[in-house]
């Protein structure tokens, strides 16, 4: 069973790499590094770190998958599952049914707003579930990379190095009240999406392999 579990984690691993690397090329190549200042973009490249460093360590300790890297691969399915949440119930409304068609399907927003995000629901409850016990302190550190983001997008937009880039972030172009209500949503929905695919985790994972910290 373990060496089962650890194939099907190479594989998915392996697919999440893949698709990230497709679609934050795409998106640089068409519309240039300014791409890196989106959520998405760093959400795909952060979870495709931790996939590679879950495939290395596998290889390094032959067969035990470490916590530390299981950990920081929920922390990403948390940004993942937030851009597909956002993307979906905030942006996609507002350009109507063809927006949404197009957010979730145009170049590499195919690959950063759908296939990556399936990709990466289907290896946390497939795979990681099924190896590690998730302590529920993670649904605070699921939320940690959205609120560095926040501070650090909110201070540039005030000092006007960048505009937005999505929105809601427009902070000279809407009340004060709007912007904090906005993060206060954004957070709360971080929150929420840690907190489910937490319970998820406990519900379903019953511990089939040990796995250690180091």
């Known amino acids: 069973m373990e060496k089962e579990n650890n194939k099907k984690a190479w594989i998915i691993n392996s697919i999440i790499i893949l698709f990230s690397t ?18 998405t973009v760093d959400s795909n490249i952060f979870i495709a770190i931790c996939c590679f460093l879950d495939i290395f360590w596998q290889r390094q300790e032959k067969k035990e998958r470490v916590i530390w890297i299981k950990n920081l691969k ?30 979730l399907t145009e170049g590499g927003l195919l690959f950063h707003h759908t296939l990556c995000p399936i990709a990466a629901i289907i290896s946390y409850y497939r795979v990681d579930c099924k190896q590690f016990e998730l302590k529920k302190y993670m649904t ?64 379903i994972g019953k511990n089939e392999v040990k796995c250690s910290y180091f």
């Open 22 to 39: 497709i679609g934050t090329i795409w998106e640089i190549w068409e519309n240039g590094w300014g791409m890196l200042r989106y959520y």
């Open 74 to 103: 929920y922390i990403a399915t948390c940004c993942m599952m937030l851009t597909f949440f956002v993307v979906v119930f905030i942006l996609a409304p507002m350009g109507g049914v063809a927006g949404l068609i197009q957010i």
């Open 140 to 203: 605070y550190l699921g939320m940690v990379p959205t609120v560095f983001y926040a501070i650090v997008v909110v201070i540039l937009n005030i000092k006007k190095k960048i505009h937005g880039p999505y929105p809601f972030l427009y902070v000279y172009e809407q009340d004060i009240w709007v912007s904090v209500m906005w993060i206060l949503v954004i957070l709360g929905l971080a929150y929420v999406i840690g907190w489910i695919l937490w319970k998820g985790c406990y519900l």
